[in-house]
């Protein structure tokens, strides 16, 4: 299972760029790159997938080097709901893959 | 509407006094997975199941038990709660392996006392 790292905590004010970096040395040829979003007492919520180059969609956009060893995810023109803790997974779809590792997250407070 | 439910959604017990929280899934979805959330610890897994009867170990499975006998459904069992075992409970599930997106119900509450 690839491991990922992540800042545990950063901090932005409303309007600006914000990109959280998360690096995967070990991840495996066939492993996706998963980022979610959680809330206070809420459970994660999907936000963005990608296996390679950039992949964009209604809130976010993720960068993914050609290596894959790292990846990026940002949220343009944050706003104080955007407050919450970011996850970055890496998992397999082809295979049977199972164990997921979450681990602590990014921690993102916007303030005004 | 697309859902995972748990329950209860909060539960108070004591030491010993064995309690199962119901995880139920509307989308067909293959896989099922239980995840404790503590503060400063993140999400860690506790069970998953890839199919109906294939269950496996996560991270932290000491202490928890789980089956999967329809595919709608994976209980999470705690034949002998103690109170390490308090924290937020989240059920989630998706289309096949882990990869996919993954689907979380709203969370248990559980506190053991």
């Known amino acids: ?112 | 509407e697309a859902q995972v439910t748990q329950n209860p959604r909060y539960l108070i017990t004591v030491t010993g006094k064995k309690l199962t929280v119901t995880c139920s899934q509307n989308m067909n979805h293959e896989y099922m997975s239980w995840y404790r959330q503590d503060p400063g610890l993140g999400l860690r897994q506790i069970y998953y199941s890839m199919n109906v009867e294939v269950t496996d170990k996560g991270d932290v499975p000491e202490g928890y038990k789980v089956s999967r006998k329809e595919k709608r459904n994976f209980p999470l069992i705690l034949e002998s709660p103690s109170p390490n075992q308090t924290s937020l409970y989240f059920c989630a599930s998706s289309l096949s392996q882990g990869g996919y997106e993954q689907y979380f119900g709203p969370g248990t509450r559980l506190t053991v006392t």
């Open chain 1, 1 to 112: 299972l690839a491991k990922t790292t992540q800042p545990i905590s950063m901090d932005s004010y409303e309007g600006q760029e914000v990109n959280i970096t998360c690096s995967h040395n070990n991840i495996a040829t066939n492993d996706y790159i998963t980022w979610y979003q959680q809330f206070p007492s809420q459970g994660p919520r999907f936000i963005i997938q990608g296996y390679k180059t950039k992949v964009t969609n209604e809130v976010a956009s993720l960068f993914i080097p050609a290596d894959r060893k790292s990846s990026t995810l940002s949220l343009p023109r944050v706003s104080l709901s955007d407050t919450a803790v970011y996850y970055c997974l890496v998992g397999d779809l082809t295979g049977s893959q199972g164990n997921l590792i979450f681990g602590k997250g990014t921690k993102l407070s916007v303030k005004p």
